[in-house]
């Protein structure tokens, strides 16, 4: 018997009778969407969904001292709640980047009660509540948190209550291993590349440049996704920082005290790279441009470039504090005239958070339902915990476990680099001012 091509999905049969669903980690366009089509999938199939405000802050909270209130550290989501929610800005349920897994740095500091007491008082809280499934929605940190929080359910004592754990990869940095482009992405590049097309037109108009900082902290997808559809100059990220553009430095490690070597980045040589594009394109009767920086460089600033700048409970330096594009500007500014003779006025742009909450885009809205409605199927249709829902193709979905995904030493995520030998880097070099190394 054929089935019916216009028909709803059969409802399979579950234990499941409230889920609970957490944002963590920076906003991303369409997050709302992932948000209400996972809700819905719950809702429809008789199931209660709570919405944990602001990710693990309240959770970790949870005590003698502080239990969990309605309205205030959660939400009962209903279909009141979702309507016409899918497009729309921000995040539902707010967001923050507590770390409750900030102490476990392998398997065995699990079994430390005071290592594991914040991820003890995050199970207690969600258990306080019910809740039979969790949905984390997140970043690699957030991912490193669900896997944690696995691992944590997976030494209890024989009978305790489980709650199994699916997460959706979200970063606008679509750094991800396991998922070809997150949600959000292509926003956030629209947003940025907007950005620096008027960038573009106001240099031309004063004959000068712009540095453009453009948020990716680990990987370059950002950058250049920004740079080829906002048509700029020249684009340099992290996988770019190799053989000439790297030098040794010594340094005091502060645990052990001992001297160690690390490769950082030649300022001198990537300052040189920027104003050889300048150079070339004033041979070409253009005396104006933006190149693109991606924030991750500051990661591989010089140690005496970032004495003093805070880091988050992820180990993340504050790159916003580092301001690369302003720094970079005056050492550009200072080369070229070094090399040239003549001044040029460039300044450095931060951008990116402009992009985090904007409108988001059809395709991130399809993304993004489509990984909700894969977390309600990951649980109740397939009975899974410990995945990772990814999506291929024409939104495909899949399941990738926690442990193809994550270290099982360390518990740290893989970051997906851009491939410098892929035809996505080489579009970049084909379409910003040629200059031959």
Known sequence: ??????????????????????????PAPAANAVIST???SFLRNDIQVLGIKYGYSRLEKFGPDYSLQEGRDYINVTHQVLKRSRNSQGILIGTARNNPGRDIAAPEHLDDPQRSAPMKRVYEALCSLGVDALIS??????????????????RLPEGSHRIPVVHLPKTIDNDYMGIDFTFGYFTAVDVLASEIRNLIHDAEASASYYLAETMGRSAGWLAYGAAIAGEASLVISVEDITGPYLMAEKYVDPASGETRTRDV???????????????AREAEGKEYGVIVLA????????????????????????????????????????????KTGKKRKITG???GYESRCAPPNAF???????????????????????????????LNLHYAPFENLIDPKTLVTVVRFIDTKSDFHRLARFLETYVNE
């Open 295 to 338: 924030e991750g460089l500051a990661e591989l600033l010089p140690g005496d470039m970032l004495k003093g700048i805070p880091r988050d409970d992820h180990g993340h330096i504050s790159i916003a504090a580092v301001n690369l594009g302003r720094q970079f500007s005056s050492l550009v500014a200072k080369a070229y005239k070094d």
């Open 137 to 154: 929605i997140g970043g690699d940190d957030t991912l490193k948190t669900a896997n944690k929080f696995k691992l944590y359910q997976d």
């Open 364 to 394: 991130d809205v399809m993304l993004g339902s489509q990984l909700g409605v894969g977390a309600y199927r990951a649980l109740v249709e397939h009975g899974l915990n410990g995945v990772m829902v990814s999506i291929s193709g024409q």
């Open 265 to 279: 980045m030649n300022i001198e040589k990537v300052v040189d790279r920027v104003v050889r594009t300048m150079v």
């Open 1 to 26: 018997m054929e089935s019916n091509p216009l028909s709803g999905p059969a409802k399979p049969k579950h234990n499941f009778r409230r889920a609970a669903i957490l944002f963590s980690g920076g």
């Open 38 to 40: 996972c809700a819905v």
């Open 349 to 351: 742009v931060q951008l």
